[in-house]
């Protein structure tokens, strides 16, 4: 029989113990195993509803956001719309500073939750749907302009231990149990390095020997060691040609590069072969663990996530009419 949890208080109790299912039909033939985390089930759709509440708590507790104070924080999206649903029930204004170039969806779900957008204009030659480490630089500025003269406070996504605590809390722990306690490699897609490194370092607190491996976008890929010869990637929320300021190599045992083509085809066959609609992350992700599967002895396991969801991507290329 099963047990259906009780009502929550508020939709922040809903954040988290999100399903994860066996993609046995785009593995079918491979010796290994591939566990795909639906962090899309997350309230607001997305894996940052886990970093934004943990750093919202985290903060409140410590007295660095009191009652009153607005919240400013710059975002692709999903970390600004996790926000939102948050600061809607926690009673906190907030604006999101996000480049142009990001997708119009994650701005009208910004909207929808009540927060204010500060759009900031790309750089010189961007190209809508890809925002470069150009790009990001300049949202950088506008948002500790906005913080200052508003005396807000900045959860700082990129720089918060709060980030991957949530991971290392939450999300590993469940892919630990929902994987069965066994587990060979966990690979994800690295953007602010948050859930990577809060999932590795549950996973391998459990078991040192589970490979971790960090996905990059082909032609950005700065955690290899490779120079920046794509910055206009497709990747949303990753691949900003520089090192997460929380990284620490020990919790990487490698990584993989992932190009947009390679990524778009994945998230199309996902969507067709095993009913999950995910974005361009999400094939991303399930690209690199199909090629890990590959290599695993007979049985082996290999876990990573679904960030969000492609209903995040409709207006772009990933979903078009008549794709490949």
Same mark, same amino acid.
């Given at each position: 029989m099963t047990t259906i949890p009780a009502a929550s208080g508020s939709i922040l109790g809903a954040i988290g113990q999100t399903p994860a299912v066996?993609?046995?039909?785009? !593995?079918?033939?491979? @010796? /290994?195993?591939?566990?795909?985390? +639906?962090? #899309?089930? $997350?309230?607001?759709?997305?894996?940052k509803d886990r970093a934004a509440w943990q750093c919202l708590r985290d903060?409140?507790?410590? !007295?660095?956001?009191? @009652? /009153?104070?607005?919240?400013?924080? +710059?975002? #692709?999206? $999903?970390?600004?719309?996790?926000?939102?649903?948050?600061?809607?029930?926690?009673?906190?204004?907030?604006?999101?500073?996000?480049?142009?170039?990001?997708?119009?969806?994650?701005?009208?779900? +910004?909207?929808?939750?009540?927060a204010a957008i500060e759009l900031v204009p790309q750089a010189p030659g961007g190209v809508p749907g890809k925002v470069s480490g150009e790009d990001?630089?300049?949202?950088?500025?506008?948002?500790?302009? +906005?913080?200052?003269s508003l005396g807000a406070w900045r959860p700082d996504q990129f720089h918060n231990p709060s980030n991957p605590r949530a991971h290392e809390l939450g999300t590993g722990p469940e892919i630990?149990?929902?994987?069965?306690?066994?587990?060979?490699?966990?690979?994800a897609m690295v953007g602010t390095g948050g859930s990577f490194l809060g999932v590795a370092r549950?996973?391998?607190?459990?078991?040192?020997?589970?490979?971790?491996?960090?996905?990059?976008?082909?032609?950005a890929q700065t955690l290899a060691g490779k120079p920046i010869i794509n910055a206009a990637h497709q990747l949303q929320g990753a691949g900003y040609a520089m090192i997460p300021p929380l990284w620490d190599d020990a919790l990487c045992d490698g990584t993989?590069?992932?190009?947009?083509?390679?990524?778009?085809?994945?998230?199309?066959?996902?969507?067709?072969?095993?009913?999950?609609?995910g974005g361009y992350s999400t094939g991303?992700?399930?690209?690199?663990?199909?090629?890990?599967?590959?290599?695993?002895?007979?049985?082996?396991?290999?876990?990573?996530?679904?960030?969000?969801?492609?209903?995040?991507y409709l207006s772009g290329a990933l979903f078009a009419p008549g794709d490949a």
């Open positions: 066996w993609l046995d039909r785009l !593995g079918e033939g491979l @010796p /290994g195993r591939i566990l795909l985390k +639906l962090e #899309s089930m $997350n309230p607001s759709g997305s894996i903060a409140e507790a410590d !007295g660095r956001l009191r @009652p /009153g104070m607005t919240v400013v924080e +710059l975002t #692709s999206g $999903n970390m600004g719309i996790g926000l939102a649903v948050a600061c809607a029930v926690m009673g906190y204004p907030l604006i999101a500073v996000m480049s142009e170039g990001n997708s119009p969806e994650r701005r009208q779900l +910004l909207a929808a939750y009540g990001l630089a300049l949202v950088e500025e506008r948002t500790a302009e +906005l913080v200052e630990w149990e929902q994987a069965g306690g066994r587990l060979d490699a966990f690979v549950a996973l391998k607190a459990r078991d040192a020997a589970i490979r971790c491996v960090a996905v990059e976008p082909e032609g993989i590069g992932v190009s947009d083509e390679e990524a778009m085809a994945m998230a199309r066959a996902l969507a067709r072969r095993e009913g999950i609609l991303a992700n399930v690209a690199a663990a199909l090629s890990i599967a590959r290599d695993l002895p007979e049985g082996g396991t290999v876990a990573t996530i679904a960030p969000d969801s492609g209903a995040r």
